[in-house]
C-alpha cells in the first residue's frame, strides 16, 4: 500500500540549533513533494515545493532536500527559533493529479529557550 | 486582503443530525478542496471543485457527505445523519488554478455526540 511517514510525532531542541525532519515515502514515484506548517486551531500553511528533478530549495532559514532514490525528502530549519515550534506536514500528489494531496501525519516540532 | 473563511468554527452535533458547514475561498479562486483531519492526523482528501464543477469526490467517507458550489465561489459541505466517527477538523482550501499554492481555511471542528 502507498504510505507517506514522517520520522517522529514529535521533536525537542534547543534554541539556535538546527531541527531536521524526515519525510519518507512508498509506492510513490511524486513529481514533486511540499511541506506545510501547522499551528494549533488553524490550517496549514504552506512552506516549500520540491521537484524531483531538484535535489534542494531554500528560503531564508529553510532547506528542503528531495532524493526519489531513498524516497526521502529532509526538512532543516537552521538557528531555530520558539517561534518556529509547530506541527510540519509534508504532502505529495502520488496519482499526478496535479491537485489531490495526500499528507503525512505530521512531526510536533518543539524549540525551547 | 481576506483568506479563505470557514463557518462556524465550532460545530456540536447529535449524532443523527444534519450539519452544513460553509467555505468562503479567497476570491478569484477557481480551484476549491475539502479536507477531513483527524486528531494528530494529517489532512485527508475529500472533493475538488474547478468552478462550480466538482471534478473529484473520490474522498468523501460514504454518501451520506455532500459538497457543492453552485456558483463557483462558496461551498458547503453537508453531512447528513452524522456519526460520531464524523467528529474531525474540516478544512476548505482554495487556489488561484489548478496545481497552485493552497491556502487552507482555519477549518470547523466538527464534534459529534
Known amino acids: 500500500s502507498q504510505k507517506i511517514e514522517q520520522n517522529s510525532e514529535a521533536l525537542n531542541i534547543q534554541e539556535g540549533k538546527t531541527a531536521t525532519l524526515t519525510c519518507n515515502y512508498t509506492?510513490?514515484?511524486?513529481?514533486?513533494l511540499q511541506w506545510y506548517r501547522q499551528d494549533p486551531g488553524r490550517g496549514p500553511v504552506f512552506l516549500l515545493l520540491?521537484?524531483?528533478?531538484?535535489k534542494e530549495k531554500r528560503k531564508e532559514r529553510l532547506k528542503v532536500t528531495f532524493d526519489t532514490t531513498l524516497k526521502q525528502s529532509l526538512f532543516h530549519i537552521t538557528a531555530s527559533q520558539p517561534a518556529d515550534s509547530a506541527t510540519y506536514l509534508c504532502?505529495?500528489?502520488?496519482?499526478?493529479?496535479?491537485?489531490?494531496?495526500?499528507f503525512g501525519k505530521g512531526t510536533l516540532l518543539t524549540v525551547n529557550p | 486582503g481576506a483568506g479563505v473563511s470557514q463557518s462556524p468554527r465550532y460545530k456540536v452535533a447529535k449524532r443523527g443530525q444534519d450539519v452544513a458547514l460553509r467555505c468562503d475561498p479567497i476570491?478569484?479562486?477557481?480551484?476549491l478542496f475539502w479536507y477531513q483531519q483527524a486528531l494528530g492526523q494529517g489532512p485527508e482528501f475529500l472533493t475538488y471543485?474547478?468552478?462550480?464543477?466538482?471534478?473529484?469526490k473520490s474522498g468523501l467517507p460514504s454518501d451520506r457527505f455532500f459538497a457543492e458550489r453552485p456558483e463557483g465561489s462558496v461551498s458547503t459541505l453537508k453531512i447528513q445523519r452524522t456519526q460520531q466517527e464524523d467528529s474531525a477538523v474540516y478544512l476548505c482550501?482554495?487556489?488561484?488554478?489548478?496545481?497552485?499554492?493552497?491556502?487552507f481555511g482555519p477549518g470547523t471542528r466538527l464534534t459529534v455526540l
Open positions: 476570491s478569484g479562486h477557481v480551484s
Open positions: 482550501a482554495s487556489s488561484l488554478y489548478e496545481g497552485s499554492e493552497q491556502f
Open positions: 509506492n510513490y514515484s511524486p513529481a514533486y
Open positions: 504532502a505529495l500528489d502520488p496519482g499526478g493529479s496535479n491537485y489531490k494531496l495526500t
Open positions: 471543485f474547478q468552478n462550480e464543477a466538482q471534478l473529484d
Open positions: 520540491i521537484r524531483e528533478n531538484e
